[in-house]
């Protein structure tokens, strides 16, 4: 069984940061793609930030020079750090993980975390 969990959502003033962390656990062979979207209310869920196993990363452009995603291969760990929050921030961030699980290491499959909800308020 493979494990996505998200952690670091809140509530935070316009102008604030916050910091989500994405843990993945389980029976894993090896874990490629690691990446965070978001969903608003009304909206469909689109990417925010992903990373590659080799550390190679996409922004959406709405959150250039403001967001960084890092990802920690070892711990199979990504974390978002989000400054300069503005209230289009706002919605239900997402973990997604596509990785080789150790029960069928051949194949590709993604994962989805249950969400950490960012508020900002203006």
């Known amino acids: 069984q493979v494990q996505v969990v998200e952690s670091g959502g809140g509530l935070v003033q316009a102008g604030g940061s916050l910091r989500l962390s994405c843990a993945v656990s389980?029976?894993?062979?090896?874990?490629?793609?690691m990446g965070w979207y978001r969903q608003a209310p009304g909206n469909q869920r689109e990417l925010v930030a992903s990373s590659t196993s080799s550390n190679s990363t996409i922004y959406a452009d709405s959150v250039k020079g403001r967001f960084i995603i890092s990802r920690d291969n070892a711990k199979n760990t990504v974390s978002l750090q989000m400054n300069s929050l503005n209230p289009e921030d706002t919605g239900v961030y997402y973990c997604k993980a596509i990785l080789r699980p150790g029960t069928d290491y051949q194949h590709q499959y993604q994962y989805w975390g249950l969400g950490t909800q960012v508020t900002v308020s203006s």
């Open positions: 389980g029976s894993i062979f090896s874990v490629d793609d």
